[in-house]
């Protein structure tokens, strides 16, 4: 299986700042996606990572407020902007790979914004 | 669009019974469906997936699920709880392949007692 690491794996902070989370991935991957899952509730796909070019966000999210990149096969950041309590939640991150037909995801970041 | 709902946020069971995890799914094309596991502080595991082919797929740790088409239902079974299940399970549905974006349930936490 692949094996997703991200950082930070927690962090706290303060409101109107922004955050960068780093998922980073063993071996080469097709899919990157970054998921939502916010406390006590289910996970949201918030977008799909292209490499070399823009991602592409689900409805309801945008890029001036999570904007991603994906230099290359393995890696990505997600930053979430202008942060606000609502914020809170985890942030997973996910791949698909040529040789496994089914996704992985990584242990998440949990953030916090007070 | 298509979407999961997954009946009961909370399930209790003692060890040794019988495991019933509901999930309901909506789609306008044969859909491909998952339940994955998460454990407290960890990322998703895949438990199975149904693709095409037999509608009874057997999954890791013992679980089982059966695609029944008229009912659109995808139940996840396992027919001796063990304490080492307890964890928070999600049914997710995607439309478009084994390593696409996924639609989650609002998922399940499986309490297991002595």
């Known amino acids: 299986s692949a094996v997703i690491s991200q950082k930070p794996s927690r962090d706290i902070c303060q409101r109107g700042t922004s955050l960068t989370i780093q998922c980073q991935v063993d071996?080469?991957?097709?899919?990157m996606f970054w998921y939502r899952q916010q406390p006590g509730q289910s996970l949201t796909l918030i977008a799909t990572?292209?490499?070399?070019?823009?991602?592409?966000?689900e409805s309801g999210f945008v890029i001036d407020k999570f904007p991603i990149s994906r230099p290359n096969l393995t890696f990505s950041t997600l930053t979430v902007s202008n942060m606000s309590p609502e914020d809170s939640s985890i942030y997973l991150c996910?791949?698909?790979?040529?040789?496994?037909?089914?996704?992985?995801f990584g242990p998440g970041t949990r953030l916090t914004v007070l | 669009a298509q979407s999961v709902t997954q009946l009961g946020s909370h399930v209790s069971v003692s060890e040794g019974a019988l495991v019933l995890l509901r999930c309901n799914y909506s789609?306008?094309?044969?859909?491909?469906l998952f339940w994955y596991v998460q454990y407290p502080n960890q990322g998703l595991q895949l438990l199975l997936k149904?693709?095409?082919?037999?509608?009874l797929v057997k999954g890791i740790n013992g679980f089982e699920a059966e695609f029944k088409k008229s009912e659109t239902s995808f139940h996840l079974t396992k027919p001796s709880a063990h304490m080492s299940d307890a964890a928070e399970y999600f049914c997710?549905?995607?439309?478009?392949?084994?390593?696409?974006?996924?639609?989650f349930g609002t998922g399940t936490r499986l309490q297991v007692t002595l």
């Open positions: 990572a292209n490499q070399g070019s823009e991602a592409t966000y």
């Open positions: 789609s306008s094309v044969p859909p491909y």
């Open positions: 071996s080469q991957v097709t899919m």
């Open positions: 149904y693709t095409t082919g037999a509608t």
């Open positions: 997710a549905v995607s439309d478009t392949g084994t390593a696409s974006k996924l639609t």
């Open positions: 996910s791949v698909t790979t040529t040789r496994y037909n089914e996704q992985f």
